[in-house]
């Protein structure tokens, strides 16, 4: 069946189609603007929560002044943890820590990455440092754990390195040797200087 | 179909229906119906593409970095390390946006005023900058989000990197392992000692030139024939008159002038070392005012330059003329007025004040004056033109007629050369040019008897060469080598003597001391008692300094003992008689060393932790 309509009839039905659809295809218009806007603005936001963090970080990287490190660590920690640059900030204030001596310090900041930090494979690498720093606190099973905890193949030389550390504080010497082997044959990155040189250390053994 | 849907479909269904047609047009365009499949992308990297433009991008510079080694490796191993680079730029990539990483505006320009090409006077110059990039044709926008994302890109591995550490507990622990000492002593069994009294018969001879025959062959040997164009055999066929040369003379004016010079006095205040220079740059300062001031005379000033030889003839330099001087310090000469002191110039060797004393113009030279000069000028600008031409020509005859020689000779109107025998690795004559030889031992003049392409053995000479006659490599009879194998043989004996009485004295020594050498006949005066050394000591061979340093920590009033074999096949016995470890404080810049190198196997590890949860598809073949 064929239709014929006049050009009257058509606007009548287009005029008949707006009134039932017209409200609808407004709105659907105007939330589809809003969304964009808010999008936009959203996204805006996004930079400018980043960058600010990011400043801040460069700030820490550039300070000597421990008050204001100390400062900038917790802003970071506290209005930023969403961004990267919270967990990188713990991380250099674990550095400084540590590298002065202060191991309760580097530890707490540690920590942190690991209860809040966003990024997973951040964390494996803070597991190891943390690792690190227990057991120069004579918390070598603690330290032992957290090594293990580490499935991922691609750190084996790291934590071969590490376990060799432990075992050499717990009088283990062979395993000691055995593990130092291991990290020095899983070593992608070379410098194997040092592993070789505690290696060499323990001399060959019986 | 469009009438179908005109006649069927009405209302509302049919502005749904064109509405989704609308989508995939407006986001995908008409262009991907006709385009057919896609190219194949290099690599898929959790669904990501990475172009074969990307991958081949990353070759090439891999390629460079190489330089001409690059020839030599197998192309897939280049292609794969390509492959494995762009992998890993992506994984990085990936995780820096998921994690919502990203530089700062203050960065990225850090970096840029960092780029010596944007500098002026050591400093950043915006005007340098925009025409710099004018000139590449790259807007300032593009420049810098290039620079904005590789910054952000590389911050995870980078906040890996500059994060790591080591306690300071550990450094102290390191840097006594670094400079611990050690009390070494060592007897060393030469073996050159016993081949003296080794006899080698003619049956061990024969059988050892039967098995090592492969290595005993001469070398493969070939003759070229050539044609050689050089440019100054065509200066001398340049026809020359006089009206030629007057021409040339005044187009090429400005060639011919003595050029300006100075009469130039100076005092330098020296910078020893780089820590010194803002102390140098006060006291030049200083001088400098003084002199403004009228408190000094720029004599008095040159009585205090660290230049002592010119300091005795009042700072006198002699002439300065462009070219021979640091740049700075001439620019400063020719910038400044007769009689007047300059400020304070910095220059290689510190900072310098200058004084011009006198001027000579520059000065036009009469063309009678410099005739014999402008002919080999005009001789040589007439010589190289034809000299490119020729070289044009043969290069594409000797290409496009490549089984004979004789064609591009004749074109250019040379005679075909020969050349003596010569190998891949030496030659004489033309084959004494490494290119040379390169050229003719490659695949397509060796085997494929072509002509190789020219050869560009200076800017001015060119070769092209083709296969003449070749010889294989042939065996050497046993006469010409039985010198080398007696050699052999001998060194390989006195080797498994040597070791022999080595086993046996060391086994003597474990039990008895050193004293126990004395029973064997052997003094112990001729053992070599080096005292504590340390790891980088030189007064022991470094192969055995780090053995001693891998040989277990003694008891108190004991040794430990072990052995080497050194490749002389000397045979060494070794003794640690303490072990003394370093008691400095950690040096900082040791623990920092330590840090860097642990921070860049935590960052590796990290990538290749990425790597390893990653879907990734290569694709080698895509490019």
């Known amino acids: ?206 | 179909m469009l009438q179908n849907l005109h006649d069927n479909i009405k209302g509302w269904a049919s502005y749904v229906i064109v509405g989704m047609l609308i989508v995939p047009f407006a986001l995908w365009g008409i262009n991907s119906y006709f385009d057919g499949g896609k190219a194949i992308p290099a690599a898929t990297v959790n669904g990501e593409e990475i172009s074969s433009m990307q991958a081949q991008n990353r070759l090439a510079q891999i390629r460079q970095q190489f330089g001409p080694m690059a020839a030599n490796m197998d192309p897939t191993t280049l292609k794969n390390m390509a492959l494995d680079g762009v992998i890993t730029q992506e994984l990085m990539r990936q995780k820096v946006k998921e994690q919502g990483y990203r530089a700062t505006p203050q960065q990225v320009f850090d970096v840029i005023a960092g780029m010596e090409a944007f500098q002026k006077d050591g400093k950043f110059d915006r005007a340098q900058y925009e025409s710099i990039l004018n000139a590449n044709r790259r807007s300032s926008l593009e420049f810098e989000q290039g620079i904005l994302d590789d910054l952000t890109n590389s911050q995870f591995q980078k906040g890996i990197a500059e994060t790591a550490f080591i306690t300071k507990a550990q450094a102290t622990q390191y840097q006594a392992l670094q400079n611990q000492k050690r009390d070494v002593s060592s007897f060393t069994v030469k073996a050159a000692d016993f081949e003296a009294q080794i006899q080698v018969t003619d049956q061990q001879i024969n059988e050892y030139y039967e098995k090592n025959k492969s290595s005993y062959m001469t070398e493969e040997r070939i003759k070229v024939s050539y044609l050689t164009l050089k440019q100054d055999d065509y200066a001398k066929q340049v026809q020359v008159d006089e009206a030629g040369l007057q021409a040339y003379y005044e187009q090429n004016n400005d060639k011919y002038i003595t050029p300006e010079s100075r009469q130039t006095s100076h005092v330098l205040v020296a910078v020893t070392e780089p820590s010194k220079d803002a102390e140098a740059k006060a006291k030049a300062d200083a001088l400098y005012a003084d002199i403004l001031a009228n408190k000094k005379t720029f004599e008095q000033a040159v009585a205090e330059s660290d230049d002592k030889d010119t300091a005795a003839k009042g700072g006198a330099l002699g002439e300065v003329v462009v070219g021979d001087w640091d740049p700075n310090f001439e620019k400063a000469v020719f910038a400044l007025e007769l009689n007047k002191v300059s400020e304070p110039i910095k220059t290689q060797r510190g900072y310098e004040l200058a004084l011009v004393t006198a001027i000579k113009p520059a000065e036009q030279k009469s063309f009678a004056d410099v005739k014999a000069q402008v002919e080999t000028d005009f001789r040589n600008t007439e010589a190289e033109k034809i000299f490119q031409e020729k070289l044009q020509s043969v290069q594409n005859i000797a290409y496009e007629q490549s089984g004979d020689l004789a064609p591009a000779a004749k074109a250019a109107g040379l005679t075909i050369q020969e050349s003596d025998w010569f190998t891949q690795n030496a030659g004489t004559g033309i084959a004494e040019n490494p290119k040379v030889r390169q050229a003719a031992f490659s695949e397509d003049v060796l085997k494929s008897g072509k002509n190789s392409a020219l050869i560009p053995v200076t800017d001015t000479e060119g070769v092209v060469v083709r296969l003449a006659s070749q010889e294989a490599p042939a065996q050497k009879p046993l006469a010409d080598v039985k010198e080398m194998i007696v050699a052999s043989l001998k060194a390989e004996e006195a080797r498994k003597q040597a070791e022999a009485k080595g086993k046996e004295l060391l086994e003597k020594v474990k039990a008895g001391g050193w004293a126990a050498l004395e029973a064997a006949g052997i003094p112990t005066t001729a053992v070599q008692k080096s005292g504590l050394i340390g790891r980088s000591d030189s007064a022991l061979n470094p192969e055995l300094v780090q053995k001693a340093f891998s040989m277990g920590r003694p008891a108190k009033d004991q040794f430990t003992w072990d052995s080497l074999i050194l490749p002389t096949g000397d045979y060494v016995l070794l003794s640690v008689a303490a072990v003394q470890d370093g008691t400095d404080e950690a040096d900082a810049n040791i623990a920092k060393g330590y840090s860097a190198n642990l921070g860049n196997r935590e960052a590796l590890a990290a990538i290749e932790a990425l790597r390893e949860q990653a879907k990734i598809e290569r694709h080698p073949d895509s490019f």
């Open chain 1, 1 to 206: 069946m064929i239709e014929y309509k006049s050009d009257e009839e058509k606007a009548e039905d287009v005029k008949a189609w707006w009134r039932e659809y017209g409200s609808s295809v407004i709105a659907a218009i105007i939330l589809a603007i809003v969304g964009l806007f808010g999008w936009e603005y959203w996204q805006k936001h996004q930079v400018q929560t980043t960058e600010a963090a990011a400043l801040e970080y460069q700030k820490l990287l550039k300070t000597t002044d421990k008050t204001q490190s100390d400062k900038l660590v917790s802003e970071l920690q506290a209005s930023y943890a969403k961004t990267p640059y919270a967990a990188l900030a713990s991380l250099e204030a674990a550095k400084v820590a540590a590298e002065q001596g202060d191991l309760e310090a580097a530890a707490k900041a540690l920590r942190w990455v690991m209860d809040n930090g966003k990024d997973p494979d951040l964390k494996l690498v803070t597991t190891l440092r943390l690792a690190r720093v227990l057991l120069d606190q004579n918390k070598q099973d603690e330290a032992l754990k957290l090594v293990d905890s580490v499935s991922s193949t691609a750190y084996e030389s790291l934590k071969q390195e590490l376990k060799g550390d432990i075992f050499v504080t717990k009088n283990q010497l062979n395993e000691a040797r055995e593990a130092y082997k291991k990290a020095i044959a899983a070593n992608q990155a070379g410098g194997n200087e040092l592993i070789q040189l505690k290696l060499d250390n323990l001399g060959q053994g019986a």
